[in-house]
C-alpha cells in the first residue's frame, strides 16, 4: 500500500483563488485588505520568508507595506511604530518578523500588537480564545494544518491525534485545534518516554520535532495520517521533514511530503487571517 500525497501546494492555490474572490467583493466596498511586516536585523530565513509574504501579497490583491529595520533598533522605536499601525485604518494585519534581535522582548512586541490586526494569531488574547474554543485569529500553520485536513475529507472526529512538539508556533496551537475539531490527542516533546509507543497508537501525527528524517515507518500504525511541518536538510543539504517520507510512505495512509505540504498553508493562512480581518472592519 502506498499513501495519498496531500498536495499543500494545490490546496494553498485553491484557497489563494478564493481569496482573490473575496479581495474583489471587499473592493466593490472600498476595502482593500492591508497587511503590515516589520522586520529587523539581516536574518537571511527572515528576509526569505518576507519576500516570499509580499509576493504572495501581490499575487491575490492585498496591499502590503514591509519596513526594515537595522538590527540595532530600540524597543521603544518598534513599539512606537506598532502603535501607530494599530491606528492606520489601511492596515489590517500587523506582522513582526521572528526571531528578534536579543535585545528586543518578544514578549513586549507581540502584546504590543492590537488583537484585532494580529493575523499571526501570537497574542494572549487570541491564544487564550483559541484554548477555549472561541473564533479568533490561529497561529498560521496548525490553523493551515486543520484547513488542509477539511479538504482532503479527513475528519479527526474520535480520532486519536499525537501531536509531537509542544512550541508556541505549532504544537501547542495544534493540540488546541485538533481538540476543537473533537479529537483525542496526546502531546509529545523531547521528555517523553518511549515516544514510538505513542506515535504507534495514533490515527493522525502532527510531527514538529525539528529533526531531519526523525521518524521511520516502523513508528506508524498502518494507515495513519501523517503531517510533517519538519524543515530540514539531510545529509545532502536537500529540504526534507522530520519524517523519512521513502519509508513512511510505505505504511502511511496519507502523508504530506517536504517540500510543498504544509509549507505553502502557511503563509496562505496569514492572507486568509488578513482577508478574515478586512472583512470584519467592512
Avoid: W
Avoid at 130 to 147: D, H, L, N, V, W
Amino acid at each position: 500500500m502506498t499513501a495519498a500525497i496531500i498536495d499543500g501546494k494545490a490546496i494553498a492555490g485553491d484557497i489563494r483563488t478564493e481569496l482573490k474572490g473575496e479581495i474583489t467583493e471587499l473592493a466593490d466596498k472600498g476595502v482593500t485588505p492591508g497587511l503590515a511586516v516589520i522586520l529587523v536585523g539581516e536574518d537571511q530565513a527572515s528576509q526569505t520568508y518576507v519576500r516570499n509574504k509580499d509576493k504572495a501579497c501581490a499575487e491575490v490583491g492585498i496591499h502590503s507595506e514591509i519596513y526594515r529595520y537595522p538590527a540595532d533598533l530600540s524597543e521603544e522605536e518598534l513599539l512606537q511604530k506598532i502603535a501607530e499601525l494599530n491606528n492606520d485604518d489601511q492596515i489590517h494585519g500587523i506582522l513582526v518578523q521572528l526571531p528578534l534581535p536579543a535585545h528586543l522582548s518578544e514578549d513586549r512586541v507581540i502584546d504590543a500588537i492590537s488583537p484585532e490586526k494580529d493575523v499571526d494569531g501570537f497574542h494572549p488574547v487570541n491564544v487564550g480564545k483559541m484554548a477555549i474554543g472561541k473564533e479568533a485569529f490561529y497561529s498560521c500553520t496548525p490553523y493551515g494544518i486543520i484547513k488542509m485536513l477539511e479538504r482532503e475529507n479527513i475528519s479527526l472526529e474520535g480520532k486519536h491525534v499525537v501531536v509531537i512538539g509542544r512550541s508556541n508556533i505549532v504544537g501547542k496551537p495544534a493540540a488546541l485545534l485538533s481538540l476543537k475539531e473533537s479529537a483525542t490527542v496526546t502531546v509529545c516533546h523531547s521528555r517523553t518516554k518511549d515516544l514510538s509507543a505513542m506515535t504507534k497508537q495514533a490515527d493522525v501525527v502532527i510531527a514538529a520535532v525539528g529533526k531531519a528524517k526523525f521518524l521511520k515507518k516502523e513508528d506508524f500504525k498502518p494507515g495513519a495520517i501523517i503531517i510533517d511541518v519538519g524543515m530540514n536538510r539531510d545529509e545532502n543539504g536537500k529540504l526534507c521533514g522530520d519524517v523519512d517520507f521513502e519509508s513512511a510512505k510505505e505504511t502511511a495512509g496519507a502523508i504530506t511530503p517536504v517540500p510543498g505540504g504544509v509549507g505553502p498553508m502557511t503563509i496562505t493562512m496569514l492572507l486568509y487571517n488578513t482577508v478574515q480581518s478586512a472583512k470584519q472592519k467592512a
